[in-house]
């Protein structure tokens, strides 16, 4: 009981050490994580143009959405012909409202916006949304575990859980993905710009899309219309653009949104400290276990 | 029982006195058999060069093995409530803190660096850093239970913004817990000091000369206790 044989020991202390590397590497890979600032979104990257004032509500992008992803129906309030149905859900990703602005009444289409700045992205533990080379926020179905940290980080409320046993919590996540077969096998464009038959989305360079935005609101403006962009500067640079009539949050959407500071808190920030909590911790044991080893002999230990 | 220590002529007489319950034992073991896996499955999620892990088939499993010890975990202490009620309390009345336990904090380094526990003022069945860490356990306990339900049943019921405290705070009560393990198991493993820690947590019983040592207020009762221990204080200012 009281006499170790030392290769034990030995063992131990090489455990330590390589237990302490590991917690020394998780802080540094913590503290690269923490300098990586996002990038503002390129002008090259894809992205949707929304013009409420050409939009005449036929629902076609909506159509259009559910036939290319293959999204089953939804059975709707009958009285909500204009707002059917009434919000974005794990198999509606597209979808027509009806706003009341400073013009009057109009019609405004939700998707995901594609941020650069993608709470979503920041939080997904499994790597399952991820920025596309093209720029919008792309989904491994794959890769999700339907853990729903999307779901409750995004500023917009674009991602839904499809809960497939609520027990198991077995889900996967779903939202717009820009229609990310299209574009990567270089079919065409996101399926609800391509089927527009008034020109109100349209998608292309993002760029190119924003001059566009930049010359309609000139227009607008000169009509007296309180037009304006949205999404040229918000979460870094949105990849879905949309003119506005009024006041973003007539249309539900938050002027500065907010929650990416919060992700990068809870991930950049707890999540490091965490790391070094946990380095520290190790490097204690060890240095103890190293000092202790020298000065306590097990003989004089009652 | 008498043992035959290595290389030594002699041998050492060993009076076993009993410590643990069989249910403090049981429950002691069930805490560990469900709690290292939970944290194991959680750093999945937690640490981003494990991501792999968490995708597909893998991720489920490492789901339905996270849910299912997290059933046992929460479940543990309240069928320990039901069915040793008394004990219970006697267990959250020993951990709590009491002004003495700063004099184990002073003697601490003393004590678990050097080995003097000469130094070491009388401490109970628990010594005070063992009733932090059992402090730290039911707190915990509470925050991953508060926490984790309703991150498992009210997604989409519950308001974001709670979600993401939820979230948060499952977090941070992982961080402590984990830390917290991790000393504990230094300690019961590979700390020369703490030798009869883990026979007293596997067979229940610890030596008699050694409770009188390490835990002389549960073995002598506290007012014995600081008798003696006030002589020897005398006795060695003598010398």
Known sequence: ????????????????????????????????????????????????????????????????????????????????????????????????????????????????????DAAC??????????????????????KCIGCGYCTQFCPYGVPHLRVVNLLTGEAKAAKCIFCQ????????????????????????????????????????????????????????????????LDEPEQYGLPSVPKTPAFARAWQRVIQPLGNVVFGVTLAGILAAFLFVRRKIRMEEVK | MTVQLKGRAETVTIQWIPKYTVMERLGHWIHTATFVPLAITGMILYFPFLQPLAQGEAGLFIRLVHRGAAVIFGLLPIIYAIVEPRRLLLHIREFLPRKEDIGWLKAAPAYYLLGKHEVMPPQGRF??????????????????????????????????????????????????AVCMLLVHLYLAVAHPLMWAGLVSMRFGVTSAEYAAEHHAKWYYGPKRAMEIWEAKKREGAHH
């Open chain 1, 181 to 244: 077969d299209r574009i990567r096998t270089g079919i065409g464009g996101p399926a609800c710009a391509e089927i527009c038959p008034v020109g109100a989305l349209t998608w292309g360079k993002r760029g190119k899309l924003l001059e566009k935005a930049r010359a309609r609101v000139a227009e607008l403006q000169a009509k007296g219309m309180n037009a304006r962009i949205y999404g040229e500067h918000e979460a870094g640079g949105l990849r879905r653009l949309s003119i506005l």
């Open chain 2, 127 to 176: 010594n005070a850093g063992e009733k932090l860490n059992g402090l730290m356990m039911i707190v915990t306990w509470f925050i991953f239970g508060i926490t984790g339900v309703p991150m498992w049943f009210g997604k989409g019921i519950i308001p974001p913004e709670l979600f993401r405290w939820l979230v948060v705070f499952h977090d941070l009560a992982m961080i402590v």
């Open chain 1, 121 to 142: 992205v920041e939080v997904c533990p499994s790597g399952a949304l991820s920025h596309d080379p093209h720029g919008f926020v792309a989904l491994d179905r794959v």
């Open chain 1, 1 to 116: 009981m009281n006499d170790r044989p030392s290769p034990k020991l030995a063992m131990n202390r090489r455990e330590f050490l390589g237990l302490s590397a590991l917690g020394l590497g998780i802080s540094l890979a913590g503290a690269r994580a923490a300098a990586a600032a996002p990038s503002l979104a390129s002008p090259d990257d894809v992205a949707i143009l929304y013009d409420p004032v050409k939009c005449v509500g036929c629902k076609a992008c909506q159509m259009a959405c559910k036939r290319w992803n293959k999204l089953p129906n939804e059975s709707t309030d009958p009285l909500g012909i204009y707002e059917s149905p009434r919000d974005l859900s794990a198999i509606t990703w597209n979808i027509i409202k009806l706003r009341r602005a400073e013009a009057g009444w109009h019609f405004f289409n939700y998707q995901c916006m594609h941020c650069t």
